[in-house]
């Protein structure tokens, strides 16, 4: 399990303050408005679109809300044009760091991630630099709790590979299991969790890291810190990094932020 995705969990089972659930949804309205605008604003036509909504649904976002969005990115409603951006940096101990973005203004965008990456003891790189250690997948964790209700592991692993997810791992020590999915078969896996009443703790499509920066004391919470002031910028829409970083260690910067 990399790193962002342990943190990713923690960060979901903690909850949400309001003005990070409020950042939330900006980045899911952003991430609607650009895939009608690139892909139509047929849901069903459209997969980066459906799954978009599907989030933005997840996440409560008002109806209203997703409709305009895409009534923008189609061009029904005015707005500003955004353009989508990949930045590529190390983090600190050489942890890969990949941010994607969306910005109506990609100098200033540019700017403001590099001053994030340097005042975290990271830095910005060229384009590519990092970027081919990551693979687009579809990932899905579930509680070890919550597959009491199913009949245990091979009942999940049989739902899975049935819907075609490419693998399901249990990982003892964070006591959840973990479900990668190629791109296009993501929803088909996410909504036969739902059909069968299967909690999941974090659903999304992510970026994942093809080996891991194992990360220690003052470079594991330097990390956390660049993670969280690049998930806290506007522009971004996801952050991934290759960092590995204990349970513990993680548990205790979330209580602690």
């Known amino acids: 399990m990399s790193g962002h995705s342990k943190w990713s969990t923690i960060k979901h089972k903690k909850g949400k303050e309001d003005a990070r659930r409020g950042r939330i949804f900006s980045k899911l309205v952003k991430e609607i408005t650009v895939a009608a605008k690139v892909g139509g604003g047929d849901s069903n036509a459209n997969p980066r679109l459906r799954a978009a909504v599907v989030s933005a649904r997840a996440e409560n976002v008002p109806k209203s809300n997703i409709e305009n969005a895409i009534k923008r990115g189609i061009g029904e409603l005015e707005g500003v044009s955004l353009e989508e951006a990949i930045f590529e940096g190390y983090g600190p101990g050489g942890a890969a760091v990949l941010a994607e973005v969306l910005t109506d203004n990609r100098k200033r965008a540019a700017s403001d991630i590099r001053h994030i990456f340097t005042k975290s003891g990271g830095s910005l790189g060229e384009a590519g630099c990092v970027g081919w250690l990551f ?110 970083i204990s349970t513990e260690e993680m548990a205790k910067f979330a209580a602690s932020a």
Do not use: C, W
């Not at 990668?180 to 036969?192: F, I, S």
């Not at 220690?216 to 969280?228: D, N, T």
């Open 135 to 244: 693979t687009k997948k579809g990932y899905i964790t579930v509680d070890h709790e919550a597959l009491k209700q199913i009949g245990g592991e091979d009942r999940l692993i049989e739902l899975a590979l049935s819907a075609n997810a490419e693998d399901v791992r249990n990982i003892p020590e964070d006591k959840l299991y973990e479900i990668y999915t190629d791109p296009g078969n993501y929803l088909a896996v996410k909504e036969m969790l739902d059909r069968e009443k299967i909690k999941y703790t974090l659903a999304q499509m992510a970026m994942i890291p093809s080996s891991t920066v194992r990360l220690e004391g003052k470079e594991a919470a330097q990390i956390l810190r660049l993670m969280e002031a690049l998930e806290d910028y506007e522009d971004v829409q996801n952050v991934y990094s290759n960092f590995d």
